[in-house]
């Protein structure tokens, strides 16, 4: 196969210098020569997500941010607070790759017949430094795609869907039936909602608004809770009731609600209880926070009992928990529902320059729900 692939291509980079400066810029980079187990591929789409967020912008102040040009690139530079800085401390001074996941065509490969076997094959890839053009990444960090699949389709085969499966595992191995989520409108929400529906799983749905406890209902959510109404925490008992949830997941992790997660599933188990105790219920209540979409303090009330846990959950280090094997299976199981399933919309596509404009980086940071963005990163590219 003719190698079509040129010795540079453009990646996106976050610094935090030492001024306190945020610089975000594209730089073009040199394409290195594949070992004998990598692969370099084309990279065509890769999605924003809020995990990608934290590495694009730090604890920069974004209402600050300033657009100018550096070696003929946009170059984006906002100001980080003092207590920014604290929290940076481990990444100043560091031009740091960023994107989490992402889908391509390899175009070059190494000399192993595992690397040969994906030359020309559209793959989903994780890794980090997706927001680029070229990636050149381990053969074991590419998931083979089934022909004909579009780029779009397989950007996102790993962040959320991996996470949603998760979830589920989680809930099983730690003994409980049934679970809640917040944020429940989001991409990943509506894939959990998918997962539990296909796999009889209970499921209660935490939303903010009629809006999107609409859209969940639209797609066959069975239990949703709106925290915008007066009578949430009575529904949200009344729902944990008859689940019998005894884990959530929390997307928000700042503010009150994963107090009020517990508090409602203790208020479940007391209703339960034919005699009283001083000490709670002796039903075991899970919070794991998995996000920070609200990132002010975590607030308890603690009204729950002693019988309980808040922790933190990351998808990475549960995967190297449950064993390769496990790994597989949750991989399996994504490209096999890829389109239905772990199917993920996107309502803009732009190209690298464009993440890097005033008006569309403002509108991706906002995070809105419903809001997915897709870097292309040939899109408006002549030459690719």
Known sequence: MTDPTPTTGLQLTSLITAEAQLEVTLVDK?????RPDQVVVKVLATPINPSDLGLLFGAADMTGAQVSTRHGQPLVTAPVTAPGMRAMAGRIGEAMPVGNEGSGVVVKAGA????Q???????????????????CLKVADCLVLPDGTKPADGASCFVNPLTSLAMTEVMRREGHTALVH??????LGQMLVKICLKDGIQLVNVVRSPAQAALLHGIGAVHVAD???PDFIETLIAMIVETGATIAFDAIGGGKLAGQLLTCMEAAAVKRMTTYSRYGSDSFKQVYIYGGLDVTPTTLNRNFGFSWALGGFLLTPFLVKIGPDAVQAL??????ELTTTFASHYTHEISLVEALQPKVFADYNRRA???KF???????VASA
């Not at 192993?112 to 690397?115: F, G, Q, R, T």
């Not at 917040?182 to 991409?187: C, L, P, Q, V």
């Open 369 to 371: 729900t419903g809001e």
């Open 227 to 229: 925290s915008s109404q």
């Open 112 to 115: 192993s017949p595992e690397a």
């Open 374 to 380: 897709l870097i292309c990163p040939h899109k408006d």
């Open 182 to 187: 917040t944020a429940a409108a989001s991409n």
């Open 30 to 34: 040199p394409i290195p020569e594949p």
């Open 331 to 336: 991989k399996d199981r994504v490209v096999a």
């Open 117 to 135: 076997a994906l030359l020309g094959k559209t793959v989903a890839m994780l890794g980090g430094a997706m927001y680029a053009q070229y990636r």
